[in-house]
């Protein structure tokens, strides 16, 4: 289903506006809304949020893949997995923004390893808000070793939740499943987490 959802919201109907409007498009604080309407399965809303991001996040991709190609089939990918895990963002932990722009680079890497071919990633994302949250931090820091270095900082509990959250795409409850803890003790370590990586990355 996921994927029909993603290949719908690319040939939109003219005629379902979802209840958005052109102007709740344009406002900056409808994205974390839209997610939050795609979280309840809402298919308009992943097709306003595809329209909305999928430039800039494609952006991102390319600089990491550097194929036109490939850099659409790793915001392809991430918007079906953004479909799937919806639920799992929270505004407490980061913006959409770059909530997005997270699963977009894992996709992205991934892809880029799959091609044979190393990559650096030395731009950061557009349209970071204002403020950034751990979630931008983490996501636009330039030196992976640097950001492999605060990761090893956390305790194996912190790093192993917040690694399947925000490598793998997980949600909270995909983790607390994998790891065999209580939801509320998982939602705790990646709180802890985050709060350890921003203070280690900031500048």
Not at 100 to 108: D, F
Not at 124 to 152: K, M, S
Request: glycine fraction near 10%; include cysteine; aromatic fraction near 4%.
């Amino acid at each position: 289903m996921g994927n029909d959802a993603v290949a719908a919201s690319r040939h939109p109907n003219p005629g379902d506006g979802g209840g958005m409007t052109p102007k709740d498009l344009a406002a900056g604080g409808t994205l974390d809304a839209l997610i939050r309407q795609v979280a309840g399965g809402d298919r308009v809303a992943l097709r306003h949020l595809y329209e909305r991001e999928s430039p800039r996040l494609y952006g991102l991709a390319l600089r990491i893949v550097r194929r036109p190609d490939a850099a659409a089939d790793a915001v392809q990918d991430a918007f079906v997995q953004i479909w799937r895990n919806a639920a799992s963002f929270s505004p407490t932990m980061g913006s959409g923004g770059g909530w997005m722009a997270s699963i977009v680079r894992y996709r992205a890497l991934d892809m880029a390893r799959r091609l044979g071919r190393e990559t650096l990633v030395d731009t950061i994302p557009d349209g970071v808000d204002d403020g950034p949250g751990p979630l931008e931090l983490l996501e636009t820091a330039r030196d992976a070793v640097r950001l492999r270095r605060c990761l090893e900082r956390l305790d194996d509990k912190g790093r192993s939740a917040i690694t399947l959250a925000f490598v793998n795409g997980l949600s909270h409850a995909q983790v607390a499943e994998h790891l065999a803890t209580p939801l509320g003790t998982v939602k705790s370590w990646i709180r802890r987490g985050l709060a350890s990586l921003k203070e280690c990355l900031a500048p």
